[in-house]
């Protein structure tokens, strides 16, 4: 697994860097809905980080409190209150989820670009695992390292969007237009960000199961176990999945630019 991720990362990682030498901010082409006219703009999709933002912070914060208490739980009536909470912490992230995919449409209806949506779509994939994980009162290490992950993307977003429209607002440059559309150096952070996240996200994996007899559904001591290894192995899938989207991206960047 680490090997299969690894090395198209590099690949992909060398293709970014190429395109990063262009010497100014280029607006991308649009695609899809062409005869609109309407673009989403980086005050825009700031706006939506910002609220997805403050939203999973406080499941974030949960769900420490919860990991806290279950540690010290010491009969079944107290964990299996602690498991309600978890539940109900996960339906707090199925919100979440549904505000971050009224923001991917959003950008899908725009046909904004390439790496925006893509890394909408991730942090919705990294969501919706959260939330499976808190169902199952799974809100150990490896959850709370998914729900940083979502934190950090999510701030890194916001700067991004606030560099671009600084950008635009600098001395002897015109004043920031509501119909200004995101830039490909922007985008091409957005890959960058995406690339260390599965990066970071498979070392996390190795060194929580460096032995694959332990990921086996089948080798699970219980149901709670089972589920637990299944839930893993999806996401371990959708890691594989996100390498090949990444590299596609980037040939999209590429080619975006050359025309």
Same mark, same amino acid.
């Given at each position: 697994?680490?090997?299969?991720?690894?090395?198209?990362?590099?690949?992909?990682?060398?293709?970014?860097?190429?395109?990063?030498?262009?010497?100014?901010?280029?607006?991308?082409?649009?695609?899809?809905?062409?005869?609109?006219?309407?673009? +989403?703009?980086?005050?825009?999709?700031?706006?939506?980080?910002? $609220?997805?933002?403050?939203?999973? /912070?406080?499941?974030?914060?949960?769900?420490?409190?919860? /990991?806290?208490?279950?540690?010290?739980?010491?009969?079944?009536?107290?964990? #299996?209150?602690?498991?309600?909470?978890?539940?109900?912490?996960?339906?707090?992230?199925?919100? +979440?989820?549904?505000?971050?995919?009224?923001?991917?449409? *959003?950008?899908?209806?725009?046909?904004?670009?390439?790496?925006?949506?893509?890394?909408?779509?991730?942090?919705?994939?990294?969501? *919706?695992?959260?939330?499976?994980?808190?169902?199952?009162?799974?809100?150990?290490?490896?959850?709370?390292?998914?729900?940083?992950?979502?934190?950090?993307?999510?701030?890194? *977003?916001?700067?991004?969007?606030?560099?671009?429209?600084?950008?635009?607002?600098?001395?002897?440059?015109?004043?920031?237009?509501?119909?200004?559309?995101?830039?490909?150096?922007?985008?091409?952070?957005?890959?960058?960000?995406?690339?260390?996240?599965?990066?970071?996200?498979?070392? *996390?994996?190795?060194?929580?199961?460096?032995?694959?007899?332990?990921?086996?559904?089948?080798?699970?001591?219980?149901?709670?176990?089972? #589920?637990?290894?299944?839930?893993?192995? $999806?996401?371990?899938?959708?890691?594989?999945?996100?390498?090949?989207?990444?590299?596609?991206?980037?040939?999209?960047?590429?080619?975006?630019?050359?025309?």
């Amino acid at each position: 697994m680490t090997h299969r991720v690894w090395i198209p990362l590099v690949i992909a990682t060398f293709g970014v860097v190429l395109v990063a030498r262009a010497d100014s901010p280029t607006p991308i082409k649009q695609r899809g809905s062409a005869g609109s006219g309407s673009r +989403i703009t980086a005050e825009e999709v700031r706006n939506c980080c910002k $609220k997805l933002l403050e939203m999973q /912070e406080a499941v974030c914060r949960e769900t420490r409190s919860l /990991e806290s208490d279950l540690k010290e739980a010491e009969d079944d009536k107290t964990r #299996a209150a602690i498991a309600q909470q978890s539940t109900d912490q996960s339906v707090t992230q199925n919100k +979440i989820v549904g505000e971050c995919t009224r923001a991917l449409e *959003m950008l899908e209806e725009e046909g904004l670009t390439f790496a925006f949506p893509e890394s909408f779509r991730q942090l919705r994939r990294d969501m *919706m695992n959260v939330e499976a994980r808190l169902k199952s009162t799974d809100v150990g290490a490896l959850t709370q390292s998914i729900e940083q992950d979502i934190i950090d993307e999510l701030k890194q *977003m916001i700067l991004d969007s606030m560099k671009y429209s600084e950008h635009y607002s600098g001395p002897g440059r015109p004043p920031d237009s509501p119909q200004r559309p995101l830039d490909l150096r922007t985008e091409l952070k957005r890959v960058r960000s995406m690339q260390i996240i599965v990066s970071n996200r498979t070392k *996390m994996y190795h060194e929580a199961y460096p032995d694959e007899e332990q990921l086996k559904p089948e080798n699970a001591k219980d149901p709670k176990a089972k #589920a637990k290894l299944e839930q893993f192995q $999806k996401e371990l899938q959708e890691l594989s999945n996100q390498e090949a989207t990444i590299q596609r991206i980037v040939r999209d960047i590429i080619q975006s630019k050359n025309k």
